[in-house]
């Protein structure tokens, strides 16, 4: 492999790009109906998994606007949050795309409640990736409550049973 975090978001490009196909067209009801979870619909699943990326990506871009992220309206619409997230996607694989192997200790500031805190770039990344997979986990339980078949997102990494959709994120 030739470099595991461009792969990792790949993967995570992939796997987003999937989860929002299966539910693409739900109403705005259905999307915001009370589910099992964490969160209490696929609306807040998905809006958190887009505003968390939004946070994370500034800081290892050194955008400057930290916890402001938050200061949005959540996105109601589903064809919307899919763009959105497929647009914070990209600017994941491109980062990852450009990454130099010295870059992966440099500090990135990230700003919480208690304060600023500086953590390194690897770091932010491996949280990052297991963030997403953690709440697509539970969007995908939330999928199935609404009566729909959840994808597979877990056919990604292996020639074997790796699907078809996920041929096109490779390089």
């Known amino acids: 492999m030739r470099d595991p975090l461009l792969t990792m978001a790949l993967n995570n490009a992939w796997a987003n790009a999937t989860l929002h196909g299966a539910i693409s067209g739900l109403s705005e009801k259905v999307f915001a109906a009370r589910r099992p979870g964490f969160f209490p619909s696929l609306k807040d699943t998905l809006n ?5 990326d939004l946070f994370y990506m500034d800081a290892l871009e050194e955008g400057g606007k930290g ?32 990454l130099k192997p010295d870059v992966l200790d440099a500090p990135r500031v990230t700003e919480r409640p208690e304060g600023m805190m500086s953590e390194t770039v690897g770091a932010l990344l491996l949280h990052l990736f297991q963030h997403q997979i953690h709440h697509r986990g539970q969007a995908h339980t939330q999928v199935l409550d609404a009566g ?7 056919d990604f990494h292996l020639e074997y049973g790796r699907v078809p959709s996920a041929q096109a994120y490779f390089w």
Do not use: K
């Open 148 to 154: 729909i078949a959840p994808p597979q997102l877990d």
């Open 67 to 98: 916890r402001t992220v938050y200061d949005r309206e959540e996105i109601r619409d589903v064809a919307l949050l899919t763009r959105s997230q497929a647009d914070i996607d990209l600017r994941l694989v491109n980062f990852c795309r450009g």
């Open 48 to 52: 958190h998994i887009h505003e968390v």
